[in-house]
């Protein structure tokens, strides 16, 4: 993102692994630098396991932990907080016809 004046107000770089899956966004704003950065994981069905959100000093801010049945759905996603310790929780469950 620019300004009238031709220079970067923010700006983020996106990493991807070979299966096509993000596995680091960096954000970076003019002249503060980095803000932050996402991490994630993947299993071997290329769903998401694991999200950090790391702070400019490369400090976890919030990690969410997610859980899949044998059928890919999501069942269950842990929020935790700075100290990794956990915060919410939540459990899906489905019904099938």
């Known amino acids: 993102i620019y300004n ?3 220079q970067i107000l ?3 770089i996106t990493t991807f692994d070979e299966n096509r899956n993000r ?4 954000i970076y704003e003019g002249e503060v630098g980095l803000l ?10 290329g769903l998401e396991t ?6 400019r000093k490369n400090e976890q801010e919030t990690r969410k932990a997610k859980e899949y049945n044998n059928k890919g759905l999501l069942i269950k996603e842990i929020t ?6 956990p915060q919410f929780e939540f459990r899906y469950e ?4």
């Not at 489905?94 to 016809?97: I, L, V």
């Open 4 to 6: 009238g004046l031709n």
């Open 10 to 12: 923010r700006q983020s």
């Open 23 to 26: 596995v680091s966004f960096k």
């Open 36 to 45: 932050g950065t996402d991490l994630s994981t993947y299993n071997e069905e």
């Open 50 to 55: 694991d999200l950090k959100v790391l702070n």
């Open 80 to 85: 935790f907080d700075k100290l990794d310790e």
């Open 94 to 97: 489905y019904k099938y016809y």
